[in-house]
């Protein structure tokens, strides 16, 4: 079976998208010592502690096509404050999936389509 294992995130500022996501989501964004250009290494378990899925963050070089990922949040009506105060937009407004929860669609600061979910307690 195969699964998702790694995303990445372009940035036309990297240390502000740093910055954004470090702050919105709590997750753990340090610089990839070796390699021929600026990278960065994301770690998204460091809020619950469970393994997530890693990913990467580096200056946007090619306009490639977009693909939306979503995060899981406690709280989505915090979180689309969050967005908002850390310089981000909603793009989709919240949503009822019926059955599953909430959705909403953000921009961050250096353009990109993400969104967040949060799930009904079961």
């Not at 990297?14 to 989501?25: D, H, I, P």
């Not at 753990?28 to 990913?55: C, Q």
Request: charged share 30%; proline share 3%; net charge negative.
């Amino acid at each position: 079976m195969t699964s998702i294992i790694h995303f990445d995130i372009s940035a036309e500022d990297v240390l502000r998208a740093k910055n954004f996501y470090e702050q919105l989501f709590g997750w753990k964004i340090e610089k990839f010592p070796a390699g021929p250009v600026e990278y960065y290494l994301i770690e998204t378990n460091t809020a619950t502690g469970e393994r997530g899925i890693g990913g990467g963050l580096a200056k946007r070089e090619k306009d490639y096509q977009k693909i939306t990922n979503f995060i899981q949040v406690d709280a989505i009506d915090e979180a689309i404050a969050k967005v908002k105060e850390l310089g981000g937009e909603i793009v989709e407004p919240k949503s009822t999936i019926p059955n599953i929860g909430f959705i909403a669609g953000c921009r961050d600061t250096e353009g990109n389509i993400f969104g967040i979910m949060e799930l009904k307690e079961e």
